[in-house]
């Protein structure tokens, strides 16, 4: 058991009181030292080592003296970027990049589209109904209608079979958690029916229309329920949760929910943890008012995921098979002897889908989208060709649908999204949005580096077409490496202003993501987390040794799970990099697991509270490593108070700590956002100022002195 020692000395530690120094920026920017910060000293016992935590109070986010830190952090910030001098023209460029009309990927029911779309010059995307391939587009749901807050979105949750209802949520900032409210077609109003706010996970219409199945997340676990609509929320039917098979679900366990597109299934796939190393599926007849649920796949250590079609289920598994296959699978027997209908292969299955009666089977080669398309008997019967380098979606649609839709970008390539004839094999463009960006000045290439242990790790690498690589050149690099994300060459206003400049920009597809396959994940897991920073420093080497730029004009930037990859940057190799964005960070690897849904990527990272677990934890946790009398690069952290995903405490006690720490007299500043947070949803003004914050700190620090 962890014993708790709260020592009764405290004192003002900082970079005042420490060095007293004047904090230089580059461009002539000066600031006077960091606020102050009062230190609180708290001793906790892991398994007989004594760990001190000088920023324990700045957990309690709520506290008089934690908002007191914030105000002086974000005025302390401010000073800084009443200095820079290219902020005003970068709030410009991404206002061109970012202020245009766009669309989502349409959901097509009974000849009518459903979809979103922002116009050039709002704040937030609208829900629009089509009526046709060549109809007006209508709008039915403007946020700026419901709320003056511009930081208020909605987002289409689902329509019914017939187009007559849709599910739409309603959130505030960039919180996860929304309100859901349903939608009457006939009547163009909003149904008086409300589900409050809450982690949803899924969101589906019965088939009759009459009622609505959702999961949602709660302190005892996820719950499936079904709500009967014109009823009260507290009549609610709950269906699923708690307990199945014997096995007590509990709140790490998460499963959403699904209705097969004849109508007749009601699927839920549970997944344990996050990411999920185990997933199983359960099905109800929904023709049968008694049915109970049944096994289509439990207790095996792989993961699945099924679409049911024409009388028999499919299931994409890497059950056995690292790199995923496709299965016909029949209820009550092992996946040993289903039969194969796609097999595995050298390159990962990203995602599959079935539309009009085809298998779409979207594989990375090398990181780069390939889509091959069978029949459900498993013959091979085209592709889907792409633009070059980049990243497509899955084929959207139901099953029965004529038409697919899907998106295509990469870093040089705005987004575009095509309607696909299943039957023909024919192209159209339903969206494509007017970005100002020529294409045709940049390039994008891709190649190869050894990582420490000898492992060959690919990487993108995008700029202007002539540009020089005589190591004076900014580069931008970004990361990822975790919880089987494959981190693809799509489309981002950010990466096009740093090209737009003159900056290289560089992603390398570390170990931890799912690139290639489950194996490329589990080489960065748990006790192998290392090899996920080891990856990202053999990149920064590489781009150094071949003159894409050098230490000083190097700059990172790196989000969530990646803020957990720049905390390691900074704290392991502070002498490769020039400038840190560490963003909506996880910093304090003994403690995530105890915040907000922290447990949930235990099955990712580990847990302190385990004695097998710690020891690694605390070798590589940034908020442990941070070094006395170490030159740290200037240091950006961002977050908000509207994360509520990965705590914001982890920013506020790292930021705390590193001024009070370097010595380099770089820049180490906070940037906390009193309205936004991790998911999206922030309004385009808003979006745009942050992106300026970020990336102006970015380019300013890696420039002349």
């Not at 000073?79 to 970012?98: N, T």
């Not at 008086?192 to 982690?199: I, K, T, V």
């Not at 309004?683 to 992106?691: A, F, G, T």
Request: with cysteine.
């Amino acid at each position: 058991m962890r014993k708790f020692l709260f020592c009764l000395g405290a004192g003002l530690v900082g970079s005042a009181t420490l060095f007293a120094q004047t904090i230089h920026g580059r461009e002539g920017i000066t600031l006077p030292p960091p606020p102050a910060v009062e230190t609180k000293p708290v001793i906790d016992d892991y398994f007989g080592t004594k760990i001190t935590d000088n920023y324990r109070w700045l957990e309690d986010a709520k506290s008089p003296e934690t908002r007191a830190f914030i105000d002086a952090e974000n005025a302390y910030t401010a000073r800084y970027y009443k200095q820079v001098k290219i902020r005003a023209g970068a709030v410009d460029d991404l206002s061109a990049l970012e202020q245009v009309t766009e669309w989502s990927v349409p959901s097509e029911r009974g000849g009518k589209y459903f979809f979103q779309k922002r116009l050039a010059g709002e704040q937030q995307a609208s829900i629009y109904v089509r009526q046709g391939w060549t109809g007006k587009d209508e709008r039915l749901i403007d946020p700026a209608a419901l709320s003056r807050d511009p930081n208020t979105s909605v987002f289409l949750g689902d329509v019914s079979r017939d187009g007559t209802r849709l599910l739409y949520g309603l959130k505030q900032g960039g919180a996860d958690e929304f309100v859901l409210h349903v939608y009457d077609m006939k009547t163009r109003k909003t149904l008086e029916d409300e589900l409050p706010s809450a982690r949803y996970f899924s969101l589906n219409f019965s088939p009759d229309g009459a009622s609505v199945y959702y999961t949602v997340w709660t302190k005892q676990g996820t719950l499936l329920y079904r709500h009967t609509i014109g009823t009260r929320t507290a009549h609610d039917a709950m269906l699923f949760g708690r307990e199945f098979h014997g096995e007590d679900l509990g709140k790490d366990d998460l499963f959403g929910s699904s209705i097969t597109d004849d109508g007749r299934y009601l699927v839920v796939h549970i997944g344990r943890g996050v990411p999920s190393k185990r997933e199983d599926i359960v099905f109800k007849d929904l023709t049968k008012p008694d049915s109970t649920f049944e096994i289509l796949v439990w207790g095996l250590e792989s993961r699945f995921a099924s679409i049911y079609a024409k009388g028999a289920w499919y299931v994409k598994t890497d059950y056995k098979s690292p790199n995923g296959r496709v299965l016909r699978a029949d209820p009550g027997i092992l996946p040993d002897v289903w039969k194969t209908i796609v097999p595995e292969e050298s390159n990962v299955i990203e995602d599959f889908s079935i539309v009009g009666g085809k298998i779409y089977i979207e594989r990375l080669k090398d990181v780069k989208s390939e889509t091959t398309v069978f029949s459900l008997d498993g013959k091979l019967e085209g592709k889907v060709e792409y633009e070059g380098i980049g990243s497509a979606s899955a084929v959207f649609g139901r099953t029965t649908d004529r038409y697919g839709y899907y998106e295509f970008s990469s870093f040089i390539l705005p987004p575009t999204i095509y309607r696909l004839d299943t039957m023909t094999g024919k192209r159209d463009i339903f969206a494509q949005p007017k970005i100002p960006f020529d294409t045709s000045q940049y390039e994008l290439k891709q190649v190869f580096f050894q990582s420490k242990d000898g492992t060959r790790v690919p990487m993108f690498i995008a700029g202007k077409k002539g540009l020089k690589q005589d190591g004076t050149e900014r580069l931008l690099m970004t990361g990822y490496g975790g919880f089987d994300v494959s981190y693809t060459p799509g489309w981002s206003s950010e990466w096009a202003w740093w090209l737009e400049q003159g900056g290289w920009f560089a992603l390398p597809n570390l170990r931890g993501g799912g690139e290639y396959g489950e194996h490329w994940h589990e080489q960065a897991m748990f006790e192998h987390k290392q090899n996920v920073f080891d990856d990202f420093f053999g990149a920064a080497e590489y781009l150094i040794a071949n003159k894409y730029t050098s230490p000083e004009h190097f700059a990172i930037l790196g989000r969530s799970n990646g803020g957990l990859l720049m905390g390691a940057a900074m704290t392991q190799r502070p002498e490769l990099f020039g400038a840190i964005e560490c963003g909506y960070p996880l910093l304090d690897m003994l403690r995530f697991q105890k915040f907000l849904i922290g447990s949930f990527w235990t099955t990712e990272y580990g847990s302190a509270e385990n004695d097998k677990q710690f020891p690694y934890l605390l070798k590589y946790s940034p908020y442990q490593n941070v070094k006395p009398d170490t030159k740290y690069p200037a240091i950006l952290f961002f977050t908000g108070d509207s994360d509520t995903r990965v705590d914001p405490l982890h920013a506020r006690k790292m930021t705390a700590l590193m001024q009070a720490t370097s010595t380099s007299g770089k820049p180490i500043l906070l940037h906390y956002s009193l309205a936004g947070g991790h998911s999206a949803g922030v309004s385009v003004d808003q979006e745009i100022q942050d992106y300026a914050d970020q990336l102006t700190f970015l380019w300013t620090e890696t420039g002349s002195k």
